[in-house]
Protein backbone atom coordinates (compact mmCIF):
# COMPACT_ATOMS: atom_id res chain seq x y z
CA UNK A 1 0.00 0.00 0.00
CA UNK A 2 1.29 3.87 -0.98
CA UNK A 3 1.80 6.21 1.76
CA UNK A 4 -1.59 7.61 2.72
CA UNK A 5 -3.33 9.39 5.39
CA UNK A 6 -5.83 8.03 7.44
CA UNK A 7 -9.16 9.47 8.58
CA UNK A 8 -10.72 8.90 12.20
CA UNK A 9 -13.51 6.43 11.52
CA UNK A 10 -12.08 4.94 8.12
CA UNK A 11 -12.66 1.28 7.88
CA UNK A 12 -9.90 -0.54 6.10
CA UNK A 13 -10.27 -3.60 3.59
CA UNK A 14 -8.44 -7.34 4.31
CA UNK A 15 -6.73 -6.68 1.06
CA UNK A 16 -5.80 -3.36 2.42
CA UNK A 17 -4.89 -4.12 5.62
CA UNK A 18 -2.64 -6.69 3.77
CA UNK A 19 -1.23 -4.82 1.50
CA UNK A 20 -0.28 -2.15 4.78
CA UNK A 21 1.29 -4.88 7.24
CA UNK A 22 3.77 -5.88 4.10
CA UNK A 23 4.54 -1.89 3.49
CA UNK A 24 5.12 -1.77 7.63
CA UNK A 25 7.24 -4.64 7.45
CA UNK A 26 9.22 -3.51 4.48
CA UNK A 27 8.06 -5.93 2.32
CA UNK A 28 7.54 -4.56 -2.03
CA UNK A 29 5.83 -5.75 -5.15
CA UNK A 30 6.31 -9.85 -6.03
CA UNK A 31 7.35 -8.24 -9.85
CA UNK A 32 10.50 -7.31 -9.88
CA UNK A 33 12.19 -4.60 -11.99
CA UNK A 34 14.04 -5.75 -14.87
CA UNK A 35 15.28 -2.15 -16.50
CA UNK A 36 16.34 0.88 -15.43
CA UNK A 37 13.47 2.26 -13.27
CA UNK A 38 13.04 5.85 -11.75
CA UNK A 39 11.15 5.52 -7.87
CA UNK A 40 7.94 6.86 -7.71
CA UNK A 41 5.84 8.30 -4.41
CA UNK A 42 4.12 4.36 -3.91
CA UNK A 43 7.11 3.06 -3.18
CA UNK A 44 7.98 4.76 -0.06
CA UNK A 45 7.89 2.34 2.85
CA UNK A 46 8.19 -0.70 0.13
CA UNK A 47 11.24 -2.87 -1.04
CA UNK A 48 12.20 -2.15 -4.62
CA UNK A 49 14.17 -5.65 -6.41
CA UNK A 50 15.86 -5.39 -9.09
CA UNK A 51 16.44 -8.57 -11.22
CA UNK A 52 18.71 -7.87 -14.52
CA UNK A 53 21.25 -9.79 -16.37
CA UNK A 54 22.67 -5.96 -17.67
CA UNK A 55 23.87 -3.26 -16.28
CA UNK A 56 20.35 -0.86 -14.63
CA UNK A 57 20.06 2.37 -12.70
CA UNK A 58 17.37 3.48 -9.75
CA UNK A 59 16.98 6.88 -10.36
CA UNK A 60 15.68 9.06 -7.35
CA UNK A 61 13.76 12.38 -7.86
CA UNK A 62 12.75 15.08 -5.73
CA UNK A 63 9.11 15.96 -4.67
CA UNK A 64 8.17 12.51 -4.11
CA UNK A 65 9.25 11.70 -0.98
CA UNK A 66 8.51 13.19 2.30
CA UNK A 67 11.40 13.46 5.53
CA UNK A 68 11.46 10.18 7.56
CA UNK A 69 10.64 7.88 4.47
CA UNK A 70 12.53 5.15 3.50
CA UNK A 71 12.56 3.00 0.89
CA UNK A 72 15.10 -0.28 0.92
CA UNK A 73 16.33 -1.68 -2.51
CA UNK A 74 17.85 -5.26 -3.44
CA UNK A 75 19.61 -6.61 -6.33
CA UNK A 76 18.85 -10.27 -7.31
CA UNK A 77 20.20 -9.97 -10.80
CA UNK A 78 23.82 -10.50 -12.21
CA UNK A 79 23.89 -7.22 -13.56
CA UNK A 80 25.08 -4.17 -11.13
CA UNK A 81 22.52 -2.06 -10.36
CA UNK A 82 23.16 1.82 -9.22
CA UNK A 83 21.52 3.98 -7.51
CA UNK A 84 21.19 7.21 -9.40
CA UNK A 85 20.28 10.49 -8.20
CA UNK A 86 18.04 12.05 -10.65
CA UNK A 87 16.94 15.25 -9.46
CA UNK A 88 16.88 14.61 -5.81
CA UNK A 89 20.40 14.07 -3.93
CA UNK A 90 21.80 10.67 -2.48
CA UNK A 91 24.78 11.05 -0.54
CA UNK A 92 26.22 7.54 1.01
CA UNK A 93 29.30 6.81 3.12
CA UNK A 94 29.44 3.31 1.41
CA UNK A 95 29.00 2.65 -2.67
CA UNK A 96 25.65 3.46 -4.73
CA UNK A 97 26.62 0.45 -7.12
CA UNK A 98 24.69 -2.73 -6.08
CA UNK A 99 26.31 -6.42 -6.93
CA UNK A 100 24.41 -9.63 -7.19
CA UNK A 101 22.75 -10.03 -3.99
CA UNK A 102 23.41 -6.87 -2.47
CA UNK A 103 21.09 -4.37 -1.24
CA UNK A 104 20.36 -1.02 0.93
CA UNK A 105 18.42 1.50 3.01
CA UNK A 106 17.35 4.96 0.62
CA UNK A 107 16.56 7.30 3.96
CA UNK A 108 15.06 10.81 3.15
CA UNK A 109 16.24 13.51 5.34
CA UNK A 110 13.96 16.33 3.18
CA UNK A 111 12.12 15.95 -0.03
CA UNK A 112 14.96 16.37 -2.17
CA UNK A 113 17.50 14.92 0.16
CA UNK A 114 18.52 11.46 0.98
CA UNK A 115 20.92 8.84 2.44
CA UNK A 116 22.14 5.43 1.09
CA UNK A 117 23.18 2.85 3.41
CA UNK A 118 24.19 0.15 1.95
CA UNK A 119 24.47 -3.76 2.98
CA UNK A 120 26.93 -5.27 1.43
CA UNK A 121 26.55 -9.09 1.10
CA UNK A 122 28.99 -10.14 -1.41
CA UNK A 123 31.68 -9.89 1.53
CA UNK A 124 35.83 -8.34 1.45
CA UNK A 125 35.01 -4.87 1.10
CA UNK A 126 36.65 -3.62 -1.66
CA UNK A 127 38.30 -5.53 -4.63
CA UNK A 128 34.85 -6.88 -5.88
CA UNK A 129 34.29 -7.37 -9.61
CA UNK A 130 31.52 -5.39 -10.47
CA UNK A 131 31.03 -5.54 -14.39
CA UNK A 132 32.97 -6.52 -17.01
CA UNK A 133 33.24 -5.51 -20.60
CA UNK A 134 35.00 -7.47 -23.37
CA UNK A 135 35.86 -6.64 -27.51
CA UNK A 136 37.77 -8.35 -30.28
CA UNK A 137 39.23 -7.58 -33.52
CA UNK A 138 40.21 -8.79 -36.41
CA UNK A 139 41.38 -6.49 -38.95
CA UNK A 140 45.19 -7.02 -40.57
CA UNK A 141 46.80 -3.19 -40.47
CA UNK A 142 49.74 -2.23 -40.35
CA UNK A 143 52.73 1.26 -39.91
CA UNK A 144 56.01 1.51 -40.47
CA UNK A 145 55.21 5.27 -38.72
CA UNK A 146 57.31 5.64 -35.24
CA UNK A 147 54.06 7.77 -34.14
CA UNK A 148 51.27 5.53 -32.00
CA UNK A 149 48.43 4.16 -34.35
CA UNK A 150 45.05 3.49 -33.27
CA UNK A 151 45.21 -0.68 -33.67
CA UNK A 152 41.45 -0.83 -33.84
CA UNK A 153 41.10 -2.66 -30.39
CA UNK A 154 39.05 -0.88 -28.06
CA UNK A 155 36.53 -1.19 -25.54
CA UNK A 156 34.20 1.25 -23.63
CA UNK A 157 33.30 1.05 -19.72
CA UNK A 158 31.21 3.15 -17.68
CA UNK A 159 31.92 2.82 -14.20
CA UNK A 160 29.39 2.84 -11.39
CA UNK A 161 31.73 4.77 -8.99
CA UNK A 162 34.31 7.50 -9.35
CA UNK A 163 36.49 5.10 -6.70
CA UNK A 164 36.18 2.13 -8.63
CA UNK A 165 39.43 1.13 -10.42
CA UNK A 166 39.52 -0.19 -14.40
CA UNK A 167 41.88 -3.70 -14.89
CA UNK A 168 42.51 -3.46 -18.52
CA UNK A 169 43.64 -6.52 -20.27
CA UNK A 170 44.90 -7.14 -23.61
CA UNK A 171 46.20 -9.64 -26.06
CA UNK A 172 47.15 -8.59 -29.31
CA UNK A 173 48.79 -10.31 -32.15
CA UNK A 174 51.81 -8.17 -33.66
CA UNK A 175 54.51 -8.83 -36.45
CA UNK A 176 57.65 -6.84 -37.24
CA UNK A 177 59.32 -7.04 -40.95
CA UNK A 178 62.18 -5.37 -42.20
CA UNK A 179 62.62 -7.24 -45.84
CA UNK A 180 66.27 -8.00 -44.97
CA UNK A 181 68.04 -9.07 -41.72
CA UNK A 182 68.72 -6.55 -38.82
CA UNK A 183 67.97 -5.67 -35.68
CA UNK A 184 63.69 -4.78 -35.82
CA UNK A 185 61.80 -2.93 -32.89
CA UNK A 186 57.80 -2.94 -32.46
CA UNK A 187 56.18 -1.61 -29.14
CA UNK A 188 52.31 -1.26 -28.30
CA UNK A 189 50.77 1.28 -25.58
CA UNK A 190 47.29 1.63 -23.89
CA UNK A 191 45.10 4.43 -24.02
CA UNK A 192 42.26 6.05 -22.08
CA UNK A 193 40.80 8.29 -23.97
CA UNK A 194 43.21 10.95 -25.53
CA UNK A 195 45.57 10.22 -22.04
CA UNK A 196 48.17 7.47 -22.61
CA UNK A 197 48.26 5.61 -19.57
CA UNK A 198 50.86 2.57 -20.34
CA UNK A 199 53.23 3.57 -23.65
CA UNK A 200 56.67 3.59 -25.13
CA UNK A 201 57.01 -0.59 -23.99
CA UNK A 202 59.11 -2.20 -26.74
CA UNK A 203 57.49 -5.45 -26.87
CA UNK A 204 59.40 -7.26 -29.52
CA UNK A 205 62.58 -6.84 -31.00
CA UNK A 206 64.83 -9.23 -33.31
CA UNK A 207 68.10 -9.35 -33.93
CA UNK A 208 70.71 -9.27 -36.83
CA UNK A 209 69.79 -13.07 -38.21
CA UNK A 210 65.94 -12.27 -38.68
CA UNK A 211 63.83 -10.90 -41.00
CA UNK A 212 60.42 -11.14 -39.14
CA UNK A 213 59.06 -11.95 -35.71
CA UNK A 214 55.30 -13.08 -35.18
CA UNK A 215 54.25 -12.88 -31.76
CA UNK A 216 51.03 -12.80 -29.25
CA UNK A 217 51.81 -9.80 -26.43
CA UNK A 218 49.64 -9.45 -23.30
CA UNK A 219 48.87 -6.58 -21.32
CA UNK A 220 47.19 -5.95 -18.00
CA UNK A 221 47.27 -2.35 -16.29
CA UNK A 222 45.36 -1.08 -13.32
CA UNK A 223 44.23 1.90 -14.15
CA UNK A 224 42.27 4.93 -11.81
CA UNK A 225 39.71 7.09 -14.35
CA UNK A 226 38.06 8.46 -11.25
CA UNK A 227 34.73 9.26 -13.13
CA UNK A 228 31.02 7.76 -14.07
CA UNK A 229 31.06 8.75 -17.30
CA UNK A 230 32.13 6.18 -20.27
CA UNK A 231 35.24 6.01 -20.36
CA UNK A 232 37.22 3.80 -23.87
CA UNK A 233 40.22 2.41 -23.71
CA UNK A 234 42.16 1.34 -26.68
CA UNK A 235 45.33 0.00 -27.85
CA UNK A 236 47.88 1.20 -30.26
CA UNK A 237 51.17 0.73 -31.97
CA UNK A 238 54.43 1.69 -33.67
CA UNK A 239 57.59 1.11 -35.50
CA UNK A 240 60.35 1.71 -33.14
CA UNK A 241 62.15 2.83 -36.12
CA UNK A 242 61.37 3.59 -39.43
CA UNK A 243 62.57 1.01 -41.83
CA UNK A 244 60.99 -1.54 -39.77
CA UNK A 245 56.95 -2.32 -41.08
CA UNK A 246 55.15 -3.44 -38.21
CA UNK A 247 51.47 -5.68 -38.45
CA UNK A 248 48.48 -5.91 -36.23
CA UNK A 249 46.38 -9.00 -36.39
CA UNK A 250 48.43 -10.42 -39.07
CA UNK A 251 46.81 -12.83 -41.44
CA UNK A 252 43.61 -11.59 -39.77
CA UNK A 253 44.17 -13.05 -36.43
CA UNK A 254 41.87 -11.89 -33.15
CA UNK A 255 43.28 -9.86 -30.84
CA UNK A 256 40.85 -9.02 -27.41
CA UNK A 257 41.00 -6.37 -24.99
CA UNK A 258 38.78 -6.59 -21.48
CA UNK A 259 37.85 -4.14 -18.93
CA UNK A 260 36.60 -4.97 -15.26
CA UNK A 261 35.31 -2.32 -13.12
CA UNK A 262 36.73 -3.11 -9.29
CA UNK A 263 35.10 -1.72 -6.34
CA UNK A 264 37.14 0.17 -4.05
Do not use: W
Not at 75 to 89: K, M, R, S
Not at 101 to 128: N, P, R
Request: proline share 1%.
Amino acid sequence: MAKQTFTTGQVLTAAQMTSLQQTAMGGGSATAKTANYVLVAADAGTTVIMNAAGTTTITVNTSLFAAGDSVFIQNIGAGVCTVTAGTATVSTAGSLALAQYEGGLLYFTATGTSIFHDYTQSGGGGGKVLQAVSATYSTQSSTSSTTYQDSGLTASITPSAATSKILVLTSSNVMANRGAAGAMKGKLNIVRGATEILGNVEVFRTGDGSKYQNLTVSYTFLDSPSTTSSTTYKQQYASNEASTEVYFNIGSTTSTITLLEIGA
